[in-house]
């Protein structure tokens, strides 16, 4: 079993954690002008998520298949307060490429139509190819209450900094400011981190104790 954390969206304002809702960074300006304001990705109707494993940052992210997690995170803001949540998971049942929905006239299939990169094709074809979708099957959930993504969580899962090491979590900057927690949760996790498997399965317990307010089931 293999994970990956992948942070999505932008900061988003809620007025308690029951009432959080994902904002959508918005989409390139040529969508925009077709009436499409926001790239909805990932999509929680038939889960799917799609990006490009070849942009450097995107490495990990590149290694996911059939089997494997995704887990989302994004900043919220709780009552003027910046806190970073694990807001969904995605058990992938199916990795395929843009070119290959394409040549095979998949793109209004119901399986991929809602995916905001799908769309970007049905709007302007071939205009977006370089993606990769995958698509989340039984087990996937999008959370009612996300889960707090802070120096508890990260030291229970083991998590280690981008180099390898362990977090230095009394880190000054060059003007010897202290870094916040959420900074440096950012500053580690900005790119998509790798999971071993028994922090894939911590995630996986500490998800599984939360409320859904979407999720997938056998049979779907």
């Known amino acids: 079993m293999r994970g990956v954390l992948v942070n999505v969206g932008d900061p988003s304002l809620c007025d308690c954690l029951e009432s959080w809702a994902l904002r959508w960074i918005r989409e390139e300006p040529r969508y925009r002008a077709l009436g499409i304001g926001f790239h909805r990705d990932p999509e929680f109707e038939t889960f799917t ?7 450097p940052a995107k490495v990990n992210l590149g290694k996911v298949a059939a089997g494997d997690w995704i887990f989302f995170n994004e900043t919220l803001i709780v009552r003027g307060e910046k806190l970073r949540f694990v807001i969904a998971a995605f058990h992938i049942e199916e990795r395929v490429g843009g070119s290959e929905l394409i040549e095979s006239g998949l793109l209004e299939d119901r399986r991929y139509v809602n995916n905001a990169h799908v769309r970007r094709n049905l709007l302007i074809p071939g205009s977006d190819v370089r993606f990769v979708l995958w698509r989340g099957g039984a087990g996937s959930k ?15 899962l083991g998590l280690l900094g981008q180099r390898g090491q362990p977090w230095d979590w009394e880190q000054h900057n060059r003007h010897g400011h202290k870094f916040t927690e959420l900074q440096l949760i950012g500053f580690h996790t900005r790119a998509t981190r790798a999971l071993r498997d028994e922090q894939t399965d911590c995630l996986l317990d500490r998800l599984a104790r939360l409320p859904a307010r979407a999720e997938l089931g056998d049979e779907e």
């Open 49 to 55: 998520y799609g990006d490009y494993p070849w942009k």
């Open 142 to 156: 999008l959370l009612s209450v996300p889960l707090l993504m802070d120096r508890r969580l990260i030291e229970q």
